[in-house]
């Protein structure tokens, strides 16, 4: 039963990552969500056929029916990721009296990271509307969960502090006004000082690896602009994911 339930979650996973891929798109065009998919270089409506996840892009051979331009791999990607974060989340709370509650809480916090991911990384900027909507459904969620909603309110305040230090300090130029609000968002959604420190510490870490090997490739150079959504993103994901883990390993070291 565990198996049949782990792979309803993974298709569940491809059908969410499918539709995370429209949303994105759309939410860049500032174009409604109802309406059939279509590809946005011929702008041809696909298929139902066409729009299975991973499986028509696999039959399609990476290219559209229509204008046969490649399809981008951001498509299977994200549909894969997005699989994949769900199933682990999934057996992650298994074992909780919560499950319920605390698995829908994961699932909206995996689809708003990934949203910030992709978004984030292609236009560099932070889909704010997504923040705020998703920033409110979490805080309802942690409260039903247990968590007070001033400590919620107080490590959205402390995030949201941490990256508007650095907006000053930088003069704007370090990070960005979404920063400050995605700052507020992951202290909502990880209401706990050694859950946030692991965030910036993977986060910042992972920043300054992919950074080190984008000047030394030349790809950019130490004055070029870098995302940081994305790293703030995989960060959380992480602690979502393996943070309790790691900060028991750690603590155990003392």
Known sequence: MSILFSIFVFVFGLIIGS?????????????SLSGRSYCPKCRHTIAWYDNIPLLSFLILECRCRHCREKI????P???FVTAVLFLLTFQADASSSQFSWLLLRDWFLI????IVFVYDLRWQLVPLKVVWFMGALILVLNIILGVPLLTELFFAALGA????????????????????WLGAYLGAAF?????LLLIMVFSYGLGAI???ILISGAKKNWKSRIALGPFLASGAIITLIWGEKII???LGLF
């Open 19 to 31: 539709f995370l891929n429209c949303l994105i798109w759309r939410l860049y065009k500032d174009e």
């Open 72 to 75: 981008s791999w951001q498509y």
């Open 77 to 79: 990607l994200v549909e």
């Open 111 to 114: 689809i708003t990271l990934m």
């Open 161 to 180: 502090t941490f990256f508007l230090a650095q907006y000053l300090l930088t003069k704007k130029r370090g990070v960005g006004e979404g920063d400050i």
């Open 191 to 195: 209401p706990g000082a050694w859950s």
């Open 210 to 212: 992919i950074s080190l």
């Open 248 to 250: 028991t390993w750690y």
